[in-house]
Structure formats: structure tokens, C-alpha cells
């Protein structure tokens, strides 16, 4: 069965700083696009970021560019994301979520439960 | 960046009942590139429908897209208890992939 667990997300204060995991099973890690996608109280869903299988192909919303880094470990079945400068317009639950190129570019089949990041002092 | 916008916002719909969910695109999208989500409180996003029209695996047939242009549709047939939830369309044709802001559909 394929499953995605978000951890990380906490309270942390304005221009603070911090990292979401998402562990991956029950499927191949390393052969799937990953993303991130968020969604903020009361408003819909935002992608975030895209990585690569490997790793070498990285994008990112114009909205935390500069700000988040997405990374992945392929032998630990692991997708990151390292947030900086942290403030009131990310505060949301934060999903992991594999992209199925059998459906296409960008078309996510399975998401994580998510965990939520709160920005405020 | 396309901008997609959902009506109605909330659908009042009573167990049995159909229910139509509509997606509306800034500018074209090719219906290769529609998707639809479905959410419940608490729970992951499930997909629903791909390339406009597509049932994902283990989607119920009652779940049904169609549409082209600007103009996608979301039809469940007869909901089932399970079926009450927030339904997101999404395009990734051109720039980043963007989502509606979704429509709920609660009980009646």
C-alpha cells in the first residue's frame, strides 16, 4: 500500500525557519516525481514545489522561490523541504504528494495526510 | 499563470441526488491537462479524474468529467455518504500548476 507521512510542521515565529519530511513506502520511491502542495486555512490548494527522480531537476511557485528548498534521499525514501524566512502567508498544511506520469505532468495519485506549519508570533 | 474558478462554491445536495461542479479557465486549457481532486476534512486529497474525462484507478463510476475550452464540468451521478466533500479542479497546460478554490458539497 502506498503511503505518505508528512512530519515537521509546528509553530514557529516570523522570519523563523524549518524542514518537512515526508516518508515514503509501498512503492518504488525513486522512480516518481515528487511535489509538494499546500493549503492554507480557508483558501484552496497552492503547489509549492516539484523535484525531479533524481534530483536534478528542481521548480519552484513563484511564491517561495528563493525562500524553499525541496531535496529528496533516494535511499532513504525521503522528500524534504527546507523552509526559510517564514511568515504569515505560509501558514498551511503542508501535503507531499507523488506525480504519476501515467496520467501526466503534474497529475498526483497519492498524497500524505499533511502537516501543519503555523507562522505567527 | 492560469486561473481557474469554481462555482458554486458550496452545493447543498441531498444523499441520492446528482450534482454538477463547474471549473472555468482564465484562457484554453487542453483537456489533457484537467484534473480533479476530491478532499475530506482531515484527509489526503484523492484523485478523481485525469485528461478531463479519465476515472483514476478505483474511481466509482458515478464520478464524471467532461468539458473542453475553458469550461470543465464535474458530474456525480447519485452521491453517496462518502461523496460529501470539497471537490478541486486543477490545470497544469501552461505554467505553473494552478488549482480552483474549490466547491463543497455538503448535505441538504
Known amino acids: 500500500e502506498v503511503q505518505l507521512v508528512e512530519s515537521g510542521g509546528v509553530l514557529v515565529q516570523p522570519g523563523g525557519s524549518l524542514r518537512l519530511s515526508c516518508a515514503a513506502s509501498g512503492f518504488t520511491f525513486s522512480s516518481y516525481e515528487m511535489n509538494w502542495v499546500r493549503r492554507a486555512p480557508g483558501k484552496g490548494l497552492e503547489w509549492v514545489s516539484y523535484?525531479?527522480?533524481?534530483?536534478?531537476?528542481?521548480y519552484y511557485a513563484d511564491s517561495v522561490k528563493g525562500r524553499f528548498t525541496i531535496s529528496r534521499d533516494n535511499a532513504k525514501n525521503s522528500l524534504y523541504l527546507q523552509m526559510n524566512g517564514l511568515g504569515a502567508e505560509d501558514t498551511a498544511v503542508y501535503f507531499c504528494?507523488?506525480?504519476?506520469?501515467?496520467?501526466?505532468?503534474?497529475?498526483?495519485?497519492?498524497w500524505g495526510q499533511g502537516t501543519l506549519v503555523t507562522v505567527s508570533s | 499563470e492560469i486561473v481557474l474558478t469554481q462555482s458554486p462554491a458550496t452545493l447543498s445536495v441531498s444523499p441520492g441526488e446528482g450534482a454538477t461542479l463547474s471549473c472555468r479557465a482564465s484562457?484554453?486549457?487542453?483537456?489533457?491537462?484537467i484534473a480533479w481532486y476530491q478532499q475530506t476534512p482531515g484527509q489526503a486529497p484523492r484523485l478523481l479524474i485525469y485528461?478531463?474525462?479519465k476515472r483514476a484507478t478505483g474511481v466509482p463510476a458515478r464520478f464524471i468529467g467532461s468539458g473542453s475550452g475553458t469550461n470543465f464540468t464535474l458530474t456525480i451521478s447519485s452521491l453517496e455518504p462518502e461523496d460529501f466533500a470539497v471537490y478541486f479542479c486543477q490545470q497544469r497546460y501552461d505554467g505553473p500548476p494552478t488549482f480552483g478554490p474549490g466547491t463543497k458539497v455538503d448535505i441538504k
Open positions: 504528494a507523488r506525480e504519476n506520469l501515467n496520467y501526466g505532468d503534474y497529475v498526483f495519485d497519492y
Open positions: 484562457q484554453r486549457v487542453s483537456i489533457n491537462y
Open positions: 523535484i525531479s527522480t533524481s534530483g536534478s531537476t528542481i
Open positions: 485528461g478531463a474525462s
